[in-house]
């Protein structure tokens, strides 16, 4: 397993980072969250005052922050500027505003960049929304987690601080539609990639149905 790259894509709420995070922890390898790291420059920029709806802005601070990010599935490491993100990157403000700053394509160019980096020789479980098709394409396992609307917009509300169920289901469609339509890297299915319906599975069982496609696949 030392080489092995598990790609894990899927929208928001489809259960993608407590899969991850126990896929790796049953299989001893690292894991990354990438959505953090969009995450974590768009708090970054919100707390410097830039104008998000402005790309020009977003792209001209794209490189200032520095980000730490690490890869142990039980213990959550995000820092900007050595300043601890963890919590403060999952509030709603920075959820409303993530979309706009992840569709710039210098944010996207760096952190691609950093994330094969983390990457390096394998051996790491990596979530996000466009792994298998474009941070890590040669991955041996590719898996597309989906779920039902309402399942999604529960599971977010269950992460998020400040926010209702109902907010989170208006939220996260305005999301997969930006995510899906954005010219840069947009949320796509890798064509090889499993689809995994997580709706009415709870997460043991999510864990389970991965690690027979790993089994599988490698």
Same mark, same amino acid.
């Given at each position: 397993? !030392?080489?092995?790259? @598990? ?11 407590? %899969?991850? /995070?126990?896929? +790796? ?8 969250? =990438? ?26 601070? &794209?490189?200032?922050? @520095? ?8 213990? &959550? ?13 999952? =509030? %709603?403000?920075?959820?409303?505003? $993530?979309? +706009? ?10 952190? $691609? ?22 941070? &890590?394409?040669? %991955? ?8 039902? +609307? ?6 977010? =509300?269950?992460?998020?601080?400040? =926010?209702?169920?109902? +907010?989170?289901?208006?939220?996260? %469609?305005? /999301?997969?539609?930006?995510?899906? !339509? ?37």
């Amino acid at each position: 397993m !030392t080489g092995l790259v @598990v790609a894990m894509d899927g929208p928001s709420g489809s259960g993608k980072s407590s %899969a991850s /995070r126990g896929v +790796a922890r049953a299989l001893g390898l690292r894991y990354l969250d =990438t959505g953090a790291m969009y995450r974590a420059i768009t708090w970054w920029m919100l707390q410097q005052g830039v104008d998000l709806t402005d790309p020009g802005a977003i792209a001209a601070r &794209a490189l200032d922050p @520095v980000l730490t990010l690490g890869t142990d599935p039980d213990l &959550a490491v995000v820092a900007v500027d050595g300043v601890d993100a963890v919590a403060p990157i999952r =509030t %709603a403000e920075v959820t409303a505003a $993530v979309s +706009a700053v992840s569709a710039v394509p210098e944010v996207r160019h760096r952190l $691609v960049a950093e994330q094969r980096e983390i990457i390096g020789s394998g051996g790491i479980v990596v979530e996000g929304r466009d792994i298998g098709t474009v941070v &890590a394409p040669g %991955a041996a396992v590719k898996i597309y987690l989906t779920a039902s +609307a309402d399942a999604r917009a529960l599971r977010r =509300t269950a992460e998020l601080t400040g =926010t209702t169920v109902a +907010a989170q289901r208006a939220a996260m %469609a305005r /999301r997969d539609t930006l995510d899906s !339509t954005r010219k840069a890297d947009p949320l796509a299915k890798a064509a090889d990639a499993v689809e995994l319906d997580t709706t009415a599975l709870n997460l043991e069982e999510v864990i389970a149905e991965i690690l027979r496609v790993i089994k599988e696949k490698a």
